[in-house]
T-cell receptor, first 112, second 115 residues
Framework: KQEVTQIPAALSVPEGENLVLNCSFT??????LQWFRQDPGKGLTSLLL?????REQTSGRLNASLDKSSGRSTLYIAASQPGDSATYLC???????????FGRGTSLIVHP | DAGVIQSPRHEVTEMGQEVTLRCKPI?????LFWYRQTMMRGLELLIY????????DSGMPEDRFSAKMPNASFSTLKIQPSEPRDSAVYFC?????????????FGEGSRLTVL
């Protein structure tokens, strides 16, 4: 059974810092990996999707990388802003079962 | 497209009552997922459908929970009878199929409180 771990669980940084959020998974036979953002009381908003054949995806100030052999993905946020404050979750869809399994998320606060 | 639509957004009920949560996926999407989110356990997959057929319901906690997808544009999650431990936010998500599910799109969730 796929297990997904996100470190750190919480992070508080001043505005302008570059950040790295980590996601690790136990079974490398994945179909894809997706990063989401969740604001309090809201649903999940998709940020980036990486297919198993890809190494990274970029959108604006966000860059996500995937290393299947080590079972890791990182989400890089450049020049953080207070509006980036939210919980960031990664979901790993396993090959074969096609079940997306979520980590517990990293709660990010960017203070002015 | 309006995105994934869930109703009700909030439901407060008493123990023993029947609860029905509804979901309208994005038009054309082949996969539909029901998740439950709690502080204790995070996001847990309850059941998912592909082309209206339930594929994996191993996450459904017990027989009190049931889900249906009578057509491509509608799904329900029913809890009967409800219990206080069912209090959570229930999310529906849909995706297009390639060989498997593509990018997941979530609804705003249904917050259930069972007294």
């Amino acid at each position: 059974k796929q297990e997904v771990t996100q470190i750190p669980a919480a992070l508080s940084v001043p505005e302008g810092e570059n950040l790295v959020l980590n996601c690790s998974f136990t079974d490398s036979a994945i179909y894809n990996l997706q990063w989401f953002r969740q604001d309090p009381g809201k649903g999940l908003t998709s940020l980036l999707l990486i297919q198993s054949s890809q190494r990274e995806q970029t959108s604006g100030r966000l860059n996500a990388s995937l290393d299947k052999s080590s079972g890791r993905s990182t989400l890089y946020i450049a020049a953080s802003q207070p509006g980036d404050s939210a919980t960031y979750l990664c979901a790993v869809t396993s090959g074969g079962s096609y079940i997306p399994t979520f980590g517990r998320g990293t709660s990010l606060i960017v203070h002015p | 497209d309006a995105g994934v639509i869930q109703s009700p957004r909030h439901e407060v009920t008493e123990m023993g009552q029947e609860v029905t949560l509804r979901c309208k996926p994005i038009s054309g999407h082949d996969y539909l997922f029901w998740y439950r989110q709690t502080m204790m356990r995070g996001l847990e997959l309850l059941i998912y459908f592909n082309n209206n057929v339930p594929i994996d319901d191993s996450g459904m906690p017990e027989d009190r929970f049931s889900a249906k997808m009578p057509n491509a544009s509608f799904s329900t999650l029913k809890i009967q009878p409800s219990e206080p431990r069912d209090s959570a936010v229930y999310f529906c998500a849909s995706s297009l199929a390639f060989s498997g599910p593509g990018e997941l799109f979530f609804g705003e969730g249904s917050r259930l409180t069972v007294l």
